[in-house]
């Protein structure tokens, strides 16, 4: 049918019922002034119908890129034209970064050592960027875990062998692999004491080497008897396997479940809160859920720090009627009468302006918990750290939070969860610090004061349930940051969308693009 008259803006009488109202209508010119007036409701409606039609195609779409991006890096078809051009068929190309940080060369020379698995990225880069590079990687580790994915394996998403390649496969080529573990660096000198292989020299030095959990910081349980009384945590490979086995027992049985984080900063802070959500929902699932009583125990002031998501997150655990417990921190596990004894800070009964330490005990039937985290010990002993503040003891090295710099060392880059970057500890943000560390690590090594800025970018996708993710991306003012395409919708609420960006597409794109320094 025409148009609808400009004035009246109506459509032709013997058109109104009958008109079919294509998804598509609102690409034309005049939806704005003349459409959308008239058919908005049934826009609206057909938009909604489409998007479910296409619900199982696009979930088809993330596996099939998967499997794609995996035979091409098997065979070794897979270059960064290739991996742009499958990313960009999913409208991820954007959302993971490709085009971020300006490719170019640089004839600078200098023996580069990278401390930990968590510089493999930067390595790449470098590797790509200097026209003869003199790269050499510190790591012990046998295997290189995708560790956004124990989440998934404690919630029964992902299997146990899903989420690691070895790192031999992971190490760029082109870059010299010592594969022991650094004992401690002097900075004052450029060389590092490995524990096996004697001391390494170096001109300019990529810090790296991720978060140390410190597993005797919880009293009564250690790393070895995760599991055990049924006390669980899913930041360890086996002790994800473990969570979701007692996970499934809990959800069908029924009973008192804790879930507790840690009162250190620590890497994915949202995943404490995912496993919670996603226990709750298992026994929905069950039909189960009259059985279970479930309380979040947090050390921090409030559920989460970044306001624009936290209002959901509490709509969420009220409507489920999860409880809430602020300024709490666990201090042990008894495994053998299941009972987890924790201090809750509370306002002082004769000063209200102050506050008290209360010492509890409860009993559980399943527990996850997480221990305290710090920088490894080699950092804080090397005299990298920080020296003020109120994380001092924790020992995180010292770092400006833009140039990626170490305010001491101007030849030594900081990045990852080692880091003091006061934002969150993710994969997301060593995404978009790694080609800024590389690009800035060139232009010292030039003689040039480094001009790259991180913004505290950082993505967290809490899982709210089997189907649904709240995609948190923000930067250091807390203020929310969204990649295109998500910032076409509504991320102020959980998304079936970016449910199948976390379960099917940053798998492949982490150890396919990030690692190879494509993304």
Not at 319 to 348: C, H, M, W
Not at 361 to 366: C, H, L, R
Not at 492 to 509: C, D, G, N, Q, T
């Amino acid at each position: 049918p025409k148009y609808p008259d400009e004035k009246t803006r109506q459509p032709p009488k013997t058109c109104r019922k009958s008109l079919k109202i294509s998804p598509n209508l609102s690409k034309l010119p005049e939806f704005n002034t003349i459409v959308a007036p008239v058919f908005g409701n049934q826009i609206i409606r057909a938009k909604r119908k489409a998007a479910q039609a296409k619900e199982p195609r696009r979930q088809a779409k993330f596996m099939e890129t998967r499997s794609e991006i995996e035979i091409g890096m098997k065979y070794g078809a897979m270059d960064r034209r290739r991996f742009v051009k499958i990313m960009a068929g999913t409208g991820m190309a954007t959302f993971v970064g490709m085009g971020s940080a300006r490719a170019f060369s640089s004839p600078a020379k200098g023996k580069i050592v990278v401390v930990g698995g968590g510089g493999i990225s930067t390595a790449a880069k470098l590797l790509r960027w200097l026209e003869k590079p003199d790269i050499t990687i510190i790591d012990p580790s046998d295997m290189h875990y995708y560790q956004p994915g124990f989440t998934l394996i404690g919630g029964g998403v992902y299997g146990a062998d899903d989420v690691y390649k070895k790192q031999a496969d992971c190490i760029p080529d082109g870059a010299k692999w010592i594969k022991d573990s650094v004992a401690e660096i002097d900075p004052s000198k450029n060389k590092i004491s490995t524990l096996k292989s004697g001391t390494v020299p170096y001109d300019f030095l990529v810090l790296a080497p991720g978060i140390q959990i410190n597993w005797d910081g919880v009293e009564g349980i250690s790393r070895e008897t995760l599991g055990e009384g049924d006390a669980h945590c899913i930041y360890d490979h086996q002790g994800a396997v473990r969570t979701w086995q007692g996970m499934q027992k809990f959800a069908k049985n029924g009973g008192k479940g804790l879930f507790f984080d840690t009162y250190t900063k620590h890497k994915c802070g949202g995943a404490p809160k995912k496993i919670c959500m996603l226990a709750e929902h298992l026994s929905r699932k069950l039909g189960t859920r009259e059985k279970l009583d479930f309380n979040y125990c947090t050390a921090s002031r409030e559920l989460y720090d970044v306001p624009f998501f936290t209002k959901r997150l509490l709509e969420i655990y009220k409507e489920r009627n999860i409880p809430v417990s602020t300024r709490t921190k666990l201090k042990g596990i008894d495994t053998s009468t299941k009972t987890a004894y924790f201090q809750t800070e509370v306002p002082s009964k004769t000063d209200p302006s102050k506050t008290e330490i209360l010492e509890k005990k409860e009993g559980y039937d399943f527990i996850h918990f997480l221990p305290p985290m710090t920088a490894p010990d080699f950092v804080k002993k090397s005299g990298l750290s920080i020296e003020t503040g109120k994380r001092v003891a924790e020992g995180w090295a010292a770092v400006d939070k833009h140039t990626l710099v170490h305010p001491k060392y101007s030849n030594i880059i900081v990045l990852g969860d080692a880091s003091a970057l006061p934002t969150s500890k993710t994969s997301a943000a060593v995404r978009k610090q790694y080609p800024i560390a590389a690009r800035n690590l060139i232009s010292i090594m030039e003689g040039k004061a480094p001009e790259e800025k991180y913004d505290g970018y950082a993505a967290c996708p809490i899982v709210t349930d089997y189907g649904h993710v709240l995609m948190c991306e923000f930067d250091y003012a807390k203020e929310p940051e969204i990649s295109f395409p998500l910032s076409l919708f509504d991320m102020s609420k959980e998304s079936r969308i970016a449910w199948f960006l976390k379960v099917y597409a940053l798998k492949p794109m982490y150890f396919y693009g990030m690692l190879n320094g494509l993304v």
